[in-house]
């Protein structure tokens, strides 16, 4: 079920609909949890970083903020299902609100990484959503101190509509990252 758009908001029930079928649908690629490593074949590849400061403090305050979906504070979309810090098999729906259209994207978490120098969580697409992929958001303290924010994602477009909207999806895309990235940013101060 790729990518449907529509000209009003969902309501309530049936966004609640769509994240209940989500916990049972399938990933929509075939290489979970490849943000760790090489990205497969036959996707592109998006790489967003940023530093954020320096030292254990903003580290930890990163990490805070990482934990609570900051970089999911923009004003086109509502995420759902992120009531508590990323987890394993967390199912996400994103309710993405661009020129007068309507979507809802639906991922699932495919991995975390808590560790004393890094914060990483992904998740993975599932249907409907506009591309087929992963996506990896990390927060990093470097061996000089240095703490940085990353995006590394992957992915194609899923169905026909996605194929035919490649370039605004594209830029959709970008901005997604720019804003994270001013979010964290912002909110690490």
Known sequence: MPLRLSLRSPSPPE?????????????????????????????????TAAALGEGRATFERARDLLRVWTPFDQPWLTLHGADAPPFEGQVLLLHARVAGLHSLNVCRVVYVED????????????????????ERFEVRLHDDDAVTFRIKAFSRPNG??????????????????????????????
């Open 115 to 134: 560790a004393p120098r890094v914060c990483a969580f992904a998740y993975g697409t599932l249907d409907p959503h506009a591309a087929r992929g992963e």
């Open 15 to 47: 966004r609640a609909r769509a994240l209940e079928a989500a916990h049972a649908a399938s990933l929509t690629y075939p290489e979970p949890c490849a943000t760790r490593g090489l990205v497969p074949a036959g996707y592109r590849l998006d790489v």
């Open 160 to 189: 026909l509509l996605a194929r035919l909207g490649f370039v605004p999806m594209r830029l959709l895309q970008r901005r997604f990252a720019r804003l994270a990235v001013r979010a964290m940013r912002t909110r690490c101060g």
